[in-house]
C-alpha cells in the first residue's frame, strides 16, 4: 500500500509539472500571436523632439497605443523634413503640421486629408520692446518686423492687410533666424515667436513680460491652425479604425500630458538628443502648448475637433495670401469622420 501511495503521489506531481508546462507553453503563445497581431503605425512630426508633440510621446511611453492595439513608432522631422510628403509616399502614415501647409501640398496633387486637429489657436505672436514706441500693428510703418518665412508668414501677411500696410513698401519685412538673436542686437525690432518656444527664449534671457509689447494672432482675428493630423486618403479608406485608434490614444495622450506637465516632459526629455534643449525650457513648452490644445472655455473632452469656422478662416488666408491659387475644397481638405469614431 505504501509503494501505491508513493508512487500516485509521483504521478500527481508529474502530472501536475506537466500540465504547468503546457500552460506556459499556450501562454508564450497567446503573448507571441498577441505580438504579431499589433499593427505597426507611423507618425511623422513637423521637428524634432520637444514638448509640442508630448502628447504623442506620453500615448507611446503609458502604452495608450499598445492598450489600441497599436505598434506606433514615432519619427522625429527637421529642417529637411517635410511631413506631407512622407505621408503621401507612404514612408509613413500619419504627419504633423501646419493646416496651411497641408492645404498647399493638397493643392499640389498630394492625396491627403486631414483627420484631426490638435493645437485649437494659433500659437504665433509678434513681439517688440515697449520703449520701441510700437504700440499697435499700425505702428508697424518705417519699422523692420522678422518672421521665418518658408510658409510661416501668412498670419503675419493677414495681419499687415488688415491695418492696410504693405510689407515691400510700408516697412522692412525680414528673413529671421531660428534664434532670437536678431531682436536681441536690433536688427530686427519687432520679432515673430511662437507662444510655446521662442518667446520662452526671451523671457529666459533676463527680460520680463512687462517689458514687451506682444500682439496675439487670434486677438487680432488673423490666426491659422496648425499642428493637425493628416493621412494619405488612400491609406485611410483601408485604414479608419486603425486611424481612430491611433487619435483615440494620441488625446489620451494629450490629456494625461496636460494633467501631470511634468511627467511629460520626462517623457519628452528621454528623446530628445543630448544637449539639443533643456527641462526648463521644456517645461515651460508644455505650459503654453497646452493652453493651444484645451484654450480658456474650451471643452477638454473635445480635443482634436476641427473647427469648421477656423478652419475656413485658414483656408480664407491661405488663398488671400497665394498659398493656394484656388479656394479650398472643404469637403475633401478635412473630415469628421475619424473624430466621430473616436468620441462615438
Known amino acids: 500500500m505504501k509503494w501505491k501511495m508513493k508512487n500516485l503521489s509521483r504521478l500527481l506531481v508529474l502530472l501536475v509539472v506537466t500540465l504547468s508546462l503546457l500552460l506556459s507553453a499556450c501562454g508564450d503563445e497567446e503573448s507571441s500571436t498577441s505580438a504579431d497581431e499589433m499593427i505597426p503605425v ?8 520637444q514638448a509640442q508633440f508630448a502628447g504623442y510621446y506620453v500615448a507611446l511611453e503609458n ?3 499598445e492598450e489600441e492595439g497599436l505598434d506606433v513608432t514615432i519619427v522625429p522631422g527637421g ?3 517635410v511631413p ?7 514612408s509613413v502614415d500619419i504627419g504633423v503640421n501646419w493646416v496651411a501647409s497641408l492645404l498647399a501640398h493638397q493643392e499640389e496633387g498630394f492625396p491627403l486629408v486631414q483627420i484631426s486637429q490638435i493645437f485649437q489657436t494659433s500659437g504665433l505672436v509678434l513681439v517688440t520692446n515697449n520703449n520701441s514706441g510700437i504700440e499697435s500693428p499700425a505702428d508697424f510703418a518705417g519699422r523692420s518686423v522678422g518672421n521665418w518665412m518658408g510658409g510661416n508668414e501668412f ?3 493677414a495681419l499687415f492687410d488688415k491695418y492696410g500696410l504693405d510689407p515691400y513698401s510700408d516697412l522692412e519685412f525680414k528673413s529671421q533666424g531660428f534664434t532670437m538673436d536678431q531682436f536681441f542686437t536690433g536688427d530686427i ?3 515673430s515667436a511662437m507662444t510655446y518656444n521662442e518667446y520662452q527664449v526671451v523671457l529666459a534671457e533676463g527680460v520680463s513680460e512687462d517689458e514687451l509689447t506682444v500682439f496675439d494672432m487670434n486677438d487680432e482675428g488673423v490666426a491659422m491652425l496648425q499642428d493637425n493630423l493628416f493621412v494619405n486618403k488612400e491609406w485611410i479608406e483601408e485604414n479608419k479604425e486603425v486611424a481612430a485608434k491611433f487619435v483615440r490614444a494620441s488625446i489620451k495622450g494629450w490629456q494625461s500630458a496636460i494633467d501631470d506637465q511634468e511627467a511629460a516632459v520626462d517623457a519628452v526629455m528621454s528623446y530628445a538628443e543630448d544637449g539639443s534643449t533643456t527641462r526648463d525650457h521644456q517645461v515651460k513648452m508644455m505650459e503654453e502648448v497646452a493652453k493651444l490644445i484645451v ?9 482634436g475637433t476641427i473647427d469648421d469656422e477656423m478652419f475656413k478662416q485658414t483656408a480664407d ?3 488671400e495670401f497665394g498659398v493656394i491659387s484656388e479656394p479650398a475644397d472643404l469637403n475633401e481638405a478635412y473630415t469628421h469622420e475619424i473624430m466621430e469614431m473616436v468620441l462615438d
Open 42 to 49: 507611423s507618425l511623422q512630426l513637423k521637428w524634432v523632439p
Open 63 to 65: 502604452g495608450y497605443y
Open 79 to 81: 529642417p529637411d523634413i
Open 84 to 90: 506631407e510628403q512622407q505621408v503621401a509616399n507612404g
Open 155 to 157: 498670419e503675419i501677411l
Open 189 to 191: 525690432e519687432v520679432a
Open 295 to 303: 484654450p480658456e472655455g474650451f471643452d477638454s473632452s473635445k480635443i
Open 317 to 319: 488666408i491661405a488663398l
